[in-house]
C-alpha cells in the first residue's frame, strides 16, 4: 500500500510557489521562501520550514549499533532517576516505591553526611536500584558504602580520573569486581547552566570524556575498559527538537571517539538526562511543570538511557513530597499513559530530526577540534568560557528584547500571584550546582529581580494606561503593554474608553503615579497622541511611553513587539524612584 495514493504528486517547487504567494499577500516579498522563513540556532545551524528526504544526511543505523545515533539499546524506555540532597531515607523509599527506578544522591557538605549514606540506603536493594553519586572530594568514602554492599551493586560512583587520581583507583575496582558499577562521569550540565549551546556543550563534553579516556587508559585500563567505566549527563530543554537532536548527536560523536580508538563496538555513549536548571522560574513556578514534561519527553525521544526530573519548585529550595511526587509521575506518564515507553527511537527517521542531529553533530565536533587544539579541556577554560559568555550574551539580548519568551515572567505574568514560598538558598537544594569556575544563569533571572524589587516596595508601583477612543481601538495595544509592565511587576490602571485629553489627565492624576503609556490605534494617535501627552504632561507625568511606533510631540519613547523590555522597565523604575 502506497500512503500517498491517489494523491497528485507535489514537488519542493510546488511547495515554493505557494510559500511566496502567501508571503506576498502577508507583505514579504522573497524570491526564496526558505530564506525568508528559516531561523538559526546559537549554534548557526539552520532550522529550515521544509525538510524532505533529499535531507537524510545518511544511514544513521540501527538502534544498538554503531554510530548509535538510534540509541544504544535495541529496546525502548528509559531509567526513571530521582535526585535527593537530604539524608532522609523514608523520602527515598518512597519514590523507590512509586515509580522511581533509580537513585542520584548528592552526598558531602551540605547535602547527604557521609556517615549518613548507609542509613539512607538501608532498605535500598541495590541490585535492582542502580545508585549515581555526586559526592565531589568525598567520592572515596562514599563509594566505600557502595562497594560494602557487595558486588551486585549498580551506578555510577561520580568520579573523576584526572582529579587527583580517585577516580583512577575506583575504576580499577570497579573493573576488577564491581561489573556493575561505573566509575566516571562526565557532566556537561554546567556548560549548559552557564549559557552554553547546545554544541558548545556537546563539544566540551567530548573534550571531558576524551580526557577522562586518557587518564584511565594511561593508568592502565584498556581502551575497552576505560569506554566502560564513563557515563555522560547533559540538559534536556523544553525545546523538545533541539534535545531529541542533541542526545542523538552526542552518541555519533562519543561513537566516533571510540572508533578513532579501535573499539566502535564499545563506543555507545550511556547518558543521564537532567531537566535544565537554566529554564526554571522561581515567578509562576508552576509553569516549570509543563517545561519539565516537554524536556522529559524529548529526554526520551532522544534516546536517553536514564531521566532526571526536576521538582518544579527546585529553584527555590528543597523539594517537598508533593513536588517530587509530579516530578516522577511526570515520566511514569510518558512511559506508561502515552506509550512513549514503547517506542524505539521514535524521531528515527523523520528528515527534519535526521538533518539537524547531523549538523549539530558537525558543529560540535569542530568545537571538540578547537578545544584540543587549544591543549584540551583543562588548559582551556579562557577559551570556553569566553565563547559561553558570548552565547549568554546573545540570549539575554534575545530574552531582553522578547524573542526568547518565558512563559509566566517575561510573557503573561500573573503580577499578584502568591508565591509557593520565598526563595531559599537552602543547603542541599533541589537543583544541581555549576562547576569548574563557570557561572549558573537561569534564563529569568533579569526579569524576576524586577519583580523582586517591586514586590519590595510599600505599595506596588504603577503605570498609567492612557487608551484613546474605543475599546475596540485600544485593547490590543492596552493589552501588549499591561502584559510589558507586569514582567517587570509593575501593576497598570486603565483610562478607560475616550479621547478627551481633559478626562484622561483627570484619570491620570488619580491614579498617583508618574509614568503614563498612551495606547491606541495609529490613525487616533495621529488626532489625539500630542494633545492627550501634552495633558498628561501638565498633570505631572515625568515620562509618557506610546505602545506602537511613531514620533508624536510629547512622546517620550515607544513600546512594541522586539523593543529592549528589560530597558524600558528600568528606565520606568527610575522614573517611578522605586527604592532599590
Given at each position: 500500500m502506497e500512503v500517498a495514493a491517489g494523491f497528485a504528486s507535489v514537488s519542493r517547487d510546488d511547495w515554493r510557489a505557494l510559500a511566496v504567494e502567501v508571503l506576498r499577500k502577508s507583505g514579504?516579498?522573497?524570491?526564496?521562501?526558505?530564506e525568508a522563513l528559516s531561523g538559526l540556532t546559537y549554534d548557526g545551524v539552520t532550522v529550515a520550514p521544509l525538510y524532505d528526504q533529499d535531507d537524510l544526511p545518511g544511514d544513521p543505523g540501527l538502534p544498538g549499533?554503531?554510530?548509535?545515533?538510534?540509541?544504544?539499546r535495541a529496546a525502548a524506555g528509559w531509567d526513571v532517576r530521582q535526585r535527593h540532597a537530604l539524608a532522609d531515607p523514608e523520602a527515598v523509599l518512597a519514590d523507590l516505591e512509586n515509580g522511581v527506578t533509580s537513585l542520584w544522591l548528592v552526598v558531602g557538605d551540605g547535602a547527604i553526611p557521609v556517615d549518613a549514606l548507609g542509613a539512607v540506603l538501608k532498605d535500598v536493594y541495590l541490585d535492582l536500584a542502580p545508585v549515581v553519586l555526586e559526592a565531589g572530594e568525598r567520592v572515596g568514602e562514599a563509594?566505600?558504602?557502595?562497594?560494602?554492599?557487595?558486588?551486585?551493586?549498580?551506578?555510577n560512583l561520580g568520579a573523576s580520573a584526572c582529579a587527583g587520581g580517585a577516580g583512577l583507583e575506583l575504576a580499577r575496582r570497579c573493573v576488577e569486581g564491581f561489573p556493575g558499577l561505573r566509575a566516571v562521569t562526565v557532566d556537561a550540565t554546567p556548560y549548559h547552566d552557564a549559557g552554553g549551546s547546545d554544541a558548545e556543550e556537546l563539544g566540551c563534553s567530548i573534550a571531558q570524556g576524551v580526557t577522562e579516556l586518557r587518564a584511565l587508559t594511561g593508568g592502565g585500563l584498556s581502551v575497552e575498559q576505560a569506554l566502560g567505566q564513563i557515563d555522560f549527563r547533559y540538559a534536556a530543554t523544553a525545546d523538545q527538537f533541539a534535545t531529541i537532536a542533541k542526545l542523538r548527536a552526542a552518541r555519533r560523536l562519543w561513537a566516533r571517539v571510540a572508533e578513532v580508538c579501535g573499539a566502535p563496538e564499545h563506543g555507545g555513549q550511556r547518558q543521564?538526562?537532567?531537566?535544565?536548571s537554566a529554564m526554571m522560574t522561581a515567578r509562576d513556578p508552576w509553569v516549570n511543570m509543563l517545561r519539565t514534561t516537554l524536556a522529559c519527553f524529548a529526554a526520551g525521544v532522544g534516546?536517553?538511557?536514564?531521566?532526571?526530573?526536576?521538582?518544579?519548585?527546585?529553584?527555590?529550595?528543597?523539594?517537598d513530597a508533593f513536588s517530587r511526587r509530579i516530578a516522577r509521575n511526570t515520566q511514569s506518564l510518558l512511559l506508561e499513559e502515552s506509550g512513549l515507553g514503547h517506542v524505539v527511537d521514535p524521531a528515527g527517521g523523520s528528515w527534519y530530526v535526521e538533518r539537524r542531529t547531523a549538523d549539530l553533530a558537525e558543529r560540535a565536533w569542530a568545537w571538540f577540534q578547537e578545544i584540543e587544539a587549544a591543549g584540551g579541556i583543562g588548559r582551556a577554560y579562557e577559551l570556553v568560557s569566553g565563547r559561553i559568555a558570548a552565547t549568554r550574551a546573545r540570549r539575554n539580548d534575545d530574552i531582553a528584547?522578547?524573542?526568547?519568551?518565558?512563559?509566566?515572567?517575561?510573557?503573561?505574568?500573573?503580577?499578584h500571584e502568591k508565591p509557593v514560598r520565598p526563595p531559599s538558598p537552602a543547603s542541599g537544594a533541589g537543583a544541581p550546582e555549576a562547576g569548574g569556575g563557570l557561572p549558573r544563569v537561569r534564563y529569568a533571572e533579569a526579569f524576576e529581580a524586577l519583580?523582586?524589587?517591586?514586590?519590595?516596595?510599600?505599595?506596588?508601583?504603577?503605570?498609567f494606561l492612557a487608551t484613546i477612543g474605543p475599546v475596540a481601538a485600544h485593547t490590543a495595544r492596552a493589552s501588549f503593554a499591561a502584559n510589558l509592565f507586569q514582567a517587570g511587576g509593575l501593576d497598570t490602571e486603565s483610562a478607560g474608553p475616550g479621547t478627551d485629553p481633559g478626562q484622561i489627565a483627570t484619570a491620570y492624576a488619580m491614579s498617583g503615579t508618574a509614568v503614563a503609556c498612551l495606547c491606541s490605534s495609529d490613525k487616533l494617535y495621529a488626532q489625539h497622541a500630542p494633545a492627550v501627552a501634552a495633558a498628561l504632561r501638565k498633570a505631572g507625568a515625568r515620562k509618557v511611553w506610546l505602545a506602537g511606533k511613531g514620533e508624536y510631540e510629547g512622546v517620550d519613547g515607544n513600546l512594541y513587539a522586539g523593543c529592549d523590555a528589560l530597558a524600558v522597565l528600568r528606565e520606568t523604575f527610575d522614573h517611578l524612584e522605586v527604592t532599590r
Open positions: 514579504i516579498e522573497a524570491a526564496s521562501p526558505e549499533e554503531p554510530p548509535y545515533v538510534r540509541g544504544t563509594a566505600e558504602v557502595l562497594f560494602g554492599r557487595g558486588v551486585a551493586v549498580r551506578g543521564h538526562a537532567v531537566t535544565s534516546g536517553a538511557d536514564a531521566v532526571t526530573v526536576q521538582p518544579f519548585d527546585a529553584c527555590l529550595g528543597l523539594p528584547h522578547r524573542r526568547f519568551p518565558i512563559t509566566g515572567v517575561s510573557e503573561f505574568p500573573n503580577v519583580r523582586d524589587l517591586a514586590d519590595a516596595q510599600p505599595e506596588r508601583p504603577k503605570v
